[in-house]
């Protein structure tokens, strides 16, 4: 029981802490409501449980095993975040509640997930 309790503390720590997901969840919530985030929060959430799944079954280990790898994944990894990092900053400021096309999409939380690093290092360390 001891062993759950801080298990279940880690998690809690590590997966609430903020991160690209929760960050672009939360700013998307705030922009279009908890109803116009739900595609995304689904991308979101879909992509957390393939990046579980990578984890638990060895396949980041073994990727990352292949020499020259793992330089290329960190390159496309931080490439990524930095280009969401430039539009959000570029982003013109918030007003009203925004259109729907500019939602995020199911896809784009998807991705999101598949590409932060922070995912892979918390379900890794759990």
């Known amino acids: 029981m001891e062993e759950l309790i801080g298990f279940t503390t880690a998690g809690i720590a590590l997966i609430g802490s903020p991160g690209?997901?929760?960050?672009?969840?939360?700013a998307t919530g705030a922009t279009f409501g908890a109803v116009g985030g739900l595609r995304y929060m689904s991308g979101i959430l879909i992509g957390m449980v393939l990046v579980m799944s990578a984890i638990s079954t060895g396949l980041g280990g073994?990727?990352?095993a292949i020499p020259g790898v793992t330089p290329v994944v960190a390159v496309a990894a931080a490439t990524y975040i930095l280009w969401l990092a430039y539009r959000i900053a570029t982003a013109p400021p918030l007003v009203g509640t925004g259109n729907r096309d500019?939602?995020?999409s199911f896809?784009?939380?998807l991705f999101l997930s598949l590409v932060n690093p922070k995912g892979y290092a918390a379900m890794a360390a759990l």
Do not use: K, V
Request: hydrophobic share 45%.
């Open 20 to 26: 690209p997901n929760t960050l672009g969840l939360a």
């Open 62 to 64: 073994i990727l990352l």
């Open 107 to 109: 896809r784009a939380g």
């Open 102 to 104: 500019s939602r995020p």
